[in-house]
């Protein structure tokens, strides 16, 4: 039986990606699977038993003993590792670093990757990361690849954890944002990296609701929402 529609949407962090997955996940009523929180619940899950970011072997036998699962919430998806809720905790800049080393891990992705393709296979998903075009769903019905300035990333970046009462300089934030792109862009497994057949929209100077509109119509365009041809 055909899946229903699968929309892939990557770029760096800070992009406003998250965001904008989340309106059009609401909009389009599709399930919404962010790809990040899971490789940040199993980098900090990791730190918490004392496995090092470069032990691939501990780590392969962490990501095959835990249950880590998504639980929609009224306004938020939530993200459990064994029954705990890791949702909060893995928000901060220490997950984003350790979460972007685990993350290079091939170990680490194989397993993710068998999750993302299981929680998608009924299709109907917005999936939101760095290589859900490229190598989770190559064959995605719509890709998107959102982007920014690093200036303008960094800054969106560091009022989300000013708002969080996070004591961080805005210089730091886009220093340690640009290692983290470097270090996701430059990986040897699924680099981070736009596929040939994504639109890509830069959101420097677009007002999130432009964006959301633009990329509604395009899903539309391609997926024939509201086409009666019957
Ligand atoms: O989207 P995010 O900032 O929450 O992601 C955290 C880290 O996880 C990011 O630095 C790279 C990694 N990641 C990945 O390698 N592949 C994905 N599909 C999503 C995230």
């Known amino acids: 039986m055909k899946r229903g529609p699968v929309i892939a949407i990557d ?6 990606k998250s965001t904008l997955a989340k309106l059009l996940a609401k909009e389009l009523g599709f399930a919404y699977i962010d790809t990040g929180a899971m490789y940040r619940a199993v980098a900090l899950k990791a730190h918490e038993q004392k496995i090092d970011s470069d032990d691939e072997n501990a780590l392969k036998d962490l990501c095959s003993t835990i249950n880590l699962y998504f639980e929609a919430k ?3 998806n939530k993200i459990f590792i064994d029954g705990n809720d890791y949702s909060e905790k893995i928000r901060t800049p220490f997950v984003s670093r350790l979460s972007s080393k685990v993350s290079s891990q091939k170990a680490v992705r194989d397993a993710m990757v068998r999750l993302q393709r299981l929680l998608a296979a009924k299709g109907s998903v917005i999936m939101e990361g760095r290589d859900i075009g490229t190598v989770v769903f190559p064959d995605a019905d719509v890709k998107f690849y959102i982007d920014a300035s690093p200036e303008v990333r960094g800054r969106r970046r560091y009022a989300e954890l000013k ?3 996070e004591n961080v300089s805005l210089d730091t934030i886009i220093a340690e944002e640009k290692v983290r792109d470097q270090r996701d862009s430059t990986r040897e497994h699924a ?7 994504a639109v ?5 100077n677009m007002e999130l609701q432009d ?3 633009k ?7 391609k997926l024939t929402i509201g086409n009666t041809h019957c």
């Open 200 to 204: 890509c929209i830069d959101t420097s």
């Open 191 to 197: 680099p981070l990296k736009k596929a040939d057949d």
């Open 215 to 221: 990329m509604l119509k395009i899903v539309k365009e």
């Open 11 to 16: 770029g760096p962090a800070g992009s406003g």
């Open 74 to 76: 009224a306004n938020a």
């Open 211 to 213: 964006v959301l509109a």
């Open 163 to 165: 708002e969080k009462g």
